[in-house]
């Protein structure tokens, strides 16, 4: 049988020790070794280096508001959350200026942060009816994470310039927010806020889109989710009565349907939500306004 020569047998010992320390498997048995030997692994930010782009980071939430949001300055808004710099009015203007000059508002956005010379090159190569998108394939790899902040700002300013599904008066009976489930027990994220109101209550569009669902299930009841585009989605639970269908195109403030006590719910009330890029947040975040909170139904 052939013997390992000293050279050979020193590359095996580096090729292994080489995996142990700089390759994703190494890293895992490093994390799961120090798992179960109650110490501390340093394996965790290569894990994380090599799962980039798999596990995005959650972008910070907007500034809190001090006065309700001007409709015309929500696009404003929106850029003045990321940027965290000037003022909305002082963004509203320079994009109107930009808007004027590239076409769109989603060009203005984008100016804002890739800058106005590269803005310009893409809109002259995609169009001046280019949406964000398009706009991106005209630039270089380097420019994506101004763009992914010029699409959070898109979305924050279609965040900002939503309406309230219910008059001002109904008080919110159960936060957004970890809580206490009424019905199943234990702590869950309850993702949207709900709103006390009577059976009947006309519910409207927190914003123009399109109807994605308006169907019903055992824990929604009555459901509707309405697509406000650029990863702005709104959802009303737990109706009486739906007025919409699939696919139906609505408007700001347009009835979409009557509150009710359908599905696991506690009594009559509106469950509201907001996904943004898929994910639940917190309405309020996106109002100056705040309505009282008090005890009543829920789900």
């Known amino acids: 049988m052939r013997k390992f020569a000293p050279l050979e047998a020193a590359l095996a010992a ?5 995996a142990f320390w700089h390759t994703p498997a190494g890293a895992l048995v490093r994390e799961v070794s120090g798992w179960f030997f109650k110490v501390r692994s340093s394996a965790r930010p290569l894990l994380s280096y090599y799962g980039a782009g798999s596990l995005p980071v959650a972008p910070p939430p907007p500034p809190p508001l001090v006065a309700p949001v001007p409709p015309a300055q929500a696009l404003a808004y929106g850029a003045w959350s990321v940027l965290h710099e000037s003022t909305p009015r002082e963004l509203q203007a320079r994009l109107r200026i930009l808007s004027i000059e590239l076409g769109s508002d989603q060009a203005a956005v984008l100016a804002l942060f890739a800058g106005e010379e590269a803005t310009r090159y893409a809109v002259r190569r995609a169009g001046r ?17 101004k763009v992914s902040r010029a699409a959070q700002a898109l979305m924050n300013g279609g965040a900002y310039a939503l309406a309230w599904p219910l008059p001002e008066s109904v008080h919110i009976t159960s936060p957004f927010g970890i809580r206490s489930h009424p019905i199943l027990g234990g702590r869950r994220l309850h993702a949207g806020v709900d709103l006390g109101t009577s059976v009947g ?4 569009a927190s914003g123009a889109g ?7 299930d055992a824990a929604n009841g009555r459901a509707i989710v309405l697509d406000h585009g650029g990863g702005v989605v709104t959802i009303y639970c737990h109706n009486d009565e739906l007025l919409v269908r699939d696919g139906d195109h609505v408007q700001r403030g347009q009835i979409i349907a009557r509150s009710g006590n359908t599905g696991r719910s506690t009594g009559p009330h509106l469950h509201y939500q907001l996904d943004l890029a898929g994910a639940p947040v917190d309405p309020l975040r996106y109002r100056a306004e705040r309505p009282k909170t008090a005890r009543g139904a829920t789900d």
């Open 14 to 18: 580096l090729c292994l020790w080489a």
């Open 129 to 145: 009816d280019a949406d964000l998108d398009d706009l991106a394939r005209e630039l270089p790899p380097s420019a994506a994470p």
């Open 201 to 204: 209550t006309p519910v409207r």
């Open 210 to 216: 399109v109807v994605r669902r308006a169907g019903e």
